[in-house]
Each structure stands twice: as structure tokens, then as C-alpha cells.
């Protein structure tokens, strides 16, 4: 069958266009070099973020896919995209945290780099003008964003995610200290992981020197932002 092409622009967030295609069934997604930080109060560019990032999406979902974590990514169709699974969006987005730092240090404040006994996961509301909001799973059942089956099926995928990039970015020398999901529900209903896994919605250190090699660099202002990125694509390269 021939590949989808692009209709009518269905979205704009912060960092991607999304696209419907000529296949009702499937999305294309635009990565753009816009970056946002502090709920878009600080914005910006980087310098291939896009090309980058649709890169190291590509890579992680098809990694993860051939450990049996399935997930919504097709094929990349150019440089800056990506052909998709449409997807019904499940609001909650999942946060899992290796390390302590970012708004779970504040909030708790707690020691910048603390190992927690065991990974912590988070669910936050996905609404732009809320910020994204940390909720606990009551909500996400009483507001109808999320069933108790479902939320268990987004953790346990969560967890499985981390079980598996884990290992993966340490052997390239990279920690990963925590990360954000999305998942959304298929034409039968099922949980599929969805949006992106990169430096925009993961933090990594370098293992050795705990040098910062993600969006933190933009959020702040450490300089070598591309570079940063460029180097995360670099060593999940081999
Ligand atoms: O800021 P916070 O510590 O809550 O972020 C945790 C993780 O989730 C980080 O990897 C961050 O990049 C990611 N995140 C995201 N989108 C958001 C909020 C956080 O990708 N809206």
C-alpha cells in the first residue's frame, strides 16, 4: 500500500504539527526546532531539535517494539516526520522518576540527584492551560479521563518502558533520570504508548560527569543545547 500523505494540520503543540493523512487510521507527525519551557513563558528555537528528535523517537519506539513494547510509531517518512498510529488521547500524561530532581525536588524538596528506594511514577492532567497538573489516579477515574483498568495497563507499560531504556542508555553511557509518556487508546481499545520519547520529555545525565544532556540545557540557559542533543543522538546511534 502506498504511504499516507499529509490533509489538514489537526494540531499544533509546543514542538510537533499534527497532521491527518489520507489513511484515516493513521497521523503524521511534524517535529519543529520551537521549544517551550515554564508552561511556554520561555520560548525559543534549537537548531535541528526537530531532526533530532524525530530520530531518537524513531529509535526508542523501535527498540522498545522489538521487546514487546508496543507503541504507535509506523515509519519516519522525511527528517522531520514521522507516520503514526491515530490514536484517541488517553489526558494523562505519566511521569517516571530514576532520580529526584525537576519539579518532584521542589515540590518535596527533596536532594537534587536522590535515588528513591524504587522508579516513581506520577500521573499529571494534560491541559496546557493548567500546566499539567499532578493528579492521583481518583481523579483520572472520577473525571472520566482514565479507566482503573487503563491506569494499571499505563503503569505497568511505564514501568516496562523504563525496564527496558534503562539498561539500553546506560551501556551508552547515559543515565536516565526520568522521563514523560502519553498513551492513547486504539480502534479496539486497547493502551498504546504514543507522542515521543527524546531529550524534550526525558532527562539524561552523562553516567560519568552527571553533565546534562537534555532540554534542561534550554529550560536553563547552559548553553550547548544542540549539541546536547546531537550528542544523545550520536550515542544511541551505536
Ligand atoms: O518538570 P518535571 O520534573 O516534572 O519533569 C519530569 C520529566 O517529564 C522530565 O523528563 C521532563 O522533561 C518531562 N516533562 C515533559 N513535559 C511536561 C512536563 C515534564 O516532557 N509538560
Redesign the pocket.
Known amino acids: 500500500m502506498s504511504v499516507p500523505t499529509k490533509t489538514e494540520m489537526i494540531a499544533e503543540g509546543k514542538a510537533k504539527k499534527i497532521y491527518a493523512t489520507t489513511d484515516p487510521t493513521k497521523l503524521i507527525f511534524y517535529f519543529k526546532d520551537d521549544a517551550t519551557a515554564f ?1 511556554a513563558q520561555k520560548k525559543g528555537t534549537i537548531e535541528s531539535k526537530g531532526m533530532l528528535n524525530q530520530r531518537i523517537s524513531a529509535r526508542f519506539f523501535t527498540m522498545l517494539r522489538g521487546k514487546g513494547i508496543d507503541n504507535h510509531y509506523v515509519e519516519t517518512l522525511n527528517d522531520r516526520e514521522m507516520l503514526v498510529e491515530r490514536l484517541e488521547i488517553i489526558p494523562v ?1 505519566t ?1 517516571l ?1 530514576n532520580l529526584i ?6 515540590r518535596l524538596d527533596r536532594e537534587e540527584g536522590e535515588e528513591p528506594a524504587g522508579p516513581i511514577i ?1 500521573f ?1 492532567y494534560k491541559s496546557d492551560e493548567l ?2 497538573p499532578l493528579i492521583n489516579d481518583d481523579h483520572a477515574i472520577a473525571f472520566g479521563w482514565a479507566t482503573e483498568k487503563e491506569l494499571a495497563e499505563i503503569r505497568r507499560q511505564t514501568l516496562a518502558v523504563n525496564a527496558e531504556l534503562k539498561p539500553f542508555l546506560a551501556a551508552r553511557g547515559i543515565l536516565l ?4 509518556l502519553e498513551f492513547g487508546r486504539t480502534q479496539d481499545g486497547s493502551v498504546l504508548l504514543g507522542d515521543e520519547i527524546c531529550p ?4 539524561f545525565w552523562d553516567i560519568e560527569t552527571r553533565k546534562k544532556l ?3 540545557r534550554f529550560r536553563q540557559d547552559l548553553g550547548e543545547v544542540s549539541e546536547a542533543y546531537l550528542e544523545i543522538d550520536r550515542r544511541t546511534a551505536q
Open positions: 508552561n500524561e511521569i522518576r530532581t525537576g519539579s518532584c525536588r521542589k506520577e499529571c500546566g499539567d533520570v526520568d522521563f514523560k524534550d520529555t526525558c532527562r537534555d532540554k534542561d
